[in-house]
């Protein structure tokens, strides 16, 4: 250690002087989005990094949710493209922009193995 400090203790033991090598938070903690009261005749986006059987996983999910809430709308993932791709950066800065257009109340983001 090239730059360490180093003392004898009572007992003759060596102590090291070291650093921490976590950086002190560089953000805040903000408080969560209110949750939806109820899913019904809301819409909900779709976000998917193609991979893992999203394809299916989201089928299974709009059927299920749909029992519970008739009224419920899905806007596809093939609506938005990967969120795992080389075009990542511009999907998902395009997101805020997209879901205002489509008046999307809420997301789930999945898959990936």
Known sequence: M???K???TDVGE?????LWPRTPRQTRLKPLARRL???NGKTIAQLWDFLFRGDEIFQFLEEGLKKRYPDIRF???RE???THSPQEHEVIASLPRRFKELGVDAVISGMGA
């Open 14 to 18: 060596q102590q090291y002087e070291v």
């Open 37 to 39: 009261d109820t899913l």
């Open 6 to 8: 180093t003392k004898q």
């Open 75 to 77: 806007v596809s993932w």
């Open 80 to 82: 938005f493209g990967s």
């Open 2 to 4: 090239a730059n360490s």
